[in-house]
């Protein structure tokens, strides 16, 4: 099983979409394997791994980003997390990443604006990223304030989703802050997306949805459909 995700690492680091950054080191093996571990869950045995891979894979190649797609976006998400571990501990612990189509929303809470400031650089230096979504909190307590019940809300829209036949819930990326609800990812249409916005603002304890979402046809999208072809 380890030579198994070493090869993978391995050959991660040669197929690199993007090189190295000057300014950010390389991001380690171990992070990089952290990084394709939702590929590979079920593993502890071979057809466990081949079982786990396959339906993760799928269910990536499946995604409007494509199993490519969702590779570059785990290796940015990684990346993203590495440089704030290094920055500032607690920054790391305070931040949440979310990434879809090398489009990095930031959400969590910084004790300070200049905290705040250099997670935003750590994201746009990172190699890859082509956006960067701010919404990262300043509070000098530190604290979320209301860990279970944004936990509660994020778990039960994407719940709604996934059994709301006209929304492809697998686009979608959900982060609750204090009830605000952060959705990023890509919509089929105008309609599916007005559903996805009705669901999240009809949950009980939401204060707030902030939308990220962008429509497939928007041409911003164009350089990550390129990636998959």
Known sequence: MIKTLLSVSRRARISRPFPPHPRSPRLPAVLLVAALLPLMLGACTTPGFILGAGASGTVAASQERGLAGSLIDSRIKAQINYELLEEDRILFKGVSISVYERRVLLTGIAKTPESRNAAVRVAWRTPGVREVINEIL?????????????????????????????????NYSIDTLRGTVHLLGVAQSQEELDKVLNHARELAHVKNVVNHVILKTDPRRQPSQALNN
């Open 138 to 170: 300043v509070d000098p307590s530190g604290e979320s304030g209301s860990f279970v019940r944004d936990t509660w809300i994020s778990t039960k829209l994407r719940s709604q989703l996934m059994f709301d036949f006209d929304i492809d819930a697998i």
